[in-house]
């Protein structure tokens, strides 16, 4: 009997041992950008910081569109920074989804207006063109007011996914891209929500005397960036200095004075990708006339990819062409700068 009690013991403990190994080795389900966090994880000092300052800003119920889009786009981003520390991504990619998270934040404290890029990652490798155009659409037809927190879950996923398809390739993406679709569709089968209509003044005004000049073009200036660069120390020379001394003659014009920025790409990545690194470089020379004087709200910035080039070349395989024909495209990897006043 005695026997039996210390067998029965045996094969209880041996049983508790197996399910503690098969616990530990069973794999934790990444978190994902829109997830809330794991509070028995601790957070890494910057995100915890971005976390404080989300915390004290954000507004889940908010009815206001700007602000619910930018609280869930900057958690999705501090959510990310969270999963990359947690499983010791590259430096790059840490630092990368803070500085995004951050720079989402800095609109939204600032009231600056909605942050609709959404950058690539380092390492990045890109990846479901069609959901990135069908999300883009969602941002600025209506939609992304009907359904700010999915649209902003399914953009950071999505930079998620280009992450680990150039990390781990594409065997290894598949989950992401599958939790990508779900947040991508719901927004793109939202409602768009519409501005009402202004009421009709009971007393029409009086017409206004028609002005000779709708908008008058006071100053134009191209600045030129580097094959697949856009950050502001990318910008061609002589363009700082130039840009120096246009922020230098739009102080002097009157209010209402408005610069107008088009950023432009060649035609060697992806329509989607392309876009994408136009609005880079033109946020980028929007950032450096802000840092010249020009003031923030007088900027208005738009990009065309691809769609315009101003020089065709042709293609050539070996290495020395190669490079030729990438001098050859530089007029199309632009930004066009128009200041206008009304």
């Known amino acids: 009997?005695?026997?039996?009690?210390?067998?029965?013991?045996?094969?209880?403990?041996?049983?508790?041992?197996?399910?503690?190994?098969?616990?530990?080795?069973a794999p934790e389900a990444p978190l994902q950008p829109g997830?809330?966090?794991?509070?028995?994880?601790?957070?890494?000092?910057?995100?915890?910081?971005?976390?404080?300052?989300?915390d004290l800003s954000a507004a889940e119920d908010s009815s206001d569109c700007e602000a619910n889009y930018a609280a869930n786009k900057a958690q999705a981003w501090i959510n990310f920074g969270r999963y990359a520390a947690a499983?010791?991504?590259?430096?790059?990619?840490?630092?990368?989804?803070?500085?995004?998270?951050?720079?989402?934040?800095?609109?939204?404290?600032?009231?600056?207006?909605?942050?609709?890029d959404t950058p690539e990652l380092p390492r990045a490798r890109h990846v479901r063109d069609d959901l990135w155009r069908g999300i883009d659409t969602?941002?600025?037809?209506?939609?992304?007011?009907?359904?700010?927190?999915?649209t902003a879950y399914c953009e950071v996923?999505?930079?998620?996914v280009d992450y680990e398809a150039g990390a781990g390739g594409w065997q290894h993406v598949d989950p992401y891209v599958r939790i990508a679709?779900?947040?991508?569709?719901?927004?793109?089968?939202?409602?768009?929500?519409?501005?009402?209509?202004?009421?009709?003044?009971?007393?029409?005004?009086?017409?206004?005397?028609?002005?000779?000049?709708?908008?008058?073009?006071?100053?134009?200036?191209?600045?030129?960036?580097?094959?697949?660069?856009?950050?502001?120390a990318d910008i061609r020379r002589p363009g700082h200095a130039e840009l120096k001394r246009l922020?230098?003659?739009?102080?002097?014009?009157?209010?209402?004075?408005?610069?107008?920025?088009?950023?432009?790409?060649?035609l060697t990545g992806h329509d989607g990708y392309n876009l994408r690194l136009s609005t880079r470089r033109a946020r980028s020379v929007a950032r450096e006339l802000?840092?010249?004087?020009?003031?923030?709200?007088?900027?208005?910035i738009s990009a065309r990819g691809s769609s315009e080039p101003v020089v065709q070349c042709p293609a050539h395989a070996d290495a020395g062409e190669r490079r030729r024909y990438l001098q050859c495209l530089e007029p199309n990897r632009r930004v066009v700068i128009e200041v206008v006043t009304d």
Not at 13 to 18: A, F, I, N, T, W
Not at 290 to 300: K, L
């Open 1 to 25: 009997m005695k026997h039996q009690r210390i067998r029965s013991a045996a094969f209880a403990l041996l049983g508790l041992l197996g399910s503690v190994t098969l616990a530990a080795q």
């Open 35 to 54: 997830r809330p966090g794991d509070s028995r994880r601790p957070l890494p000092e910057a995100i915890a910081a971005l976390q404080a300052r989300l």
């Open 87 to 116: 499983e010791q991504l590259p430096h790059s990619v840490q630092s990368a989804a803070a500085a995004n998270a951050q720079g989402v934040l800095e609109s939204l404290t600032n009231h600056a207006g909605p942050v609709l």
């Open 138 to 150: 969602v941002k600025h037809d209506g939609r992304r007011c009907a359904a700010p927190k999915m």
């Open 157 to 160: 996923e999505l930079a998620w």
């Open 181 to 232: 679709e779900d947040y991508c569709l719901t927004a793109m089968r939202a409602t768009p929500v519409t501005a009402p209509a202004p009421p009709v003044p009971a007393v029409p005004p009086e017409p206004a005397a028609a002005p000779q000049d709708a908008a008058l073009t006071q100053r134009s200036l191209i600045v030129l960036f580097p094959h697949d660069r856009s950050r502001r």
């Open 247 to 266: 922020a230098a003659e739009i102080r002097e014009l009157p209010p209402g004075t408005r610069v107008l920025l088009v950023g432009n790409a060649d």
């Open 290 to 300: 802000e840092a010249f004087g020009v003031p923030r709200d007088a900027i208005r």
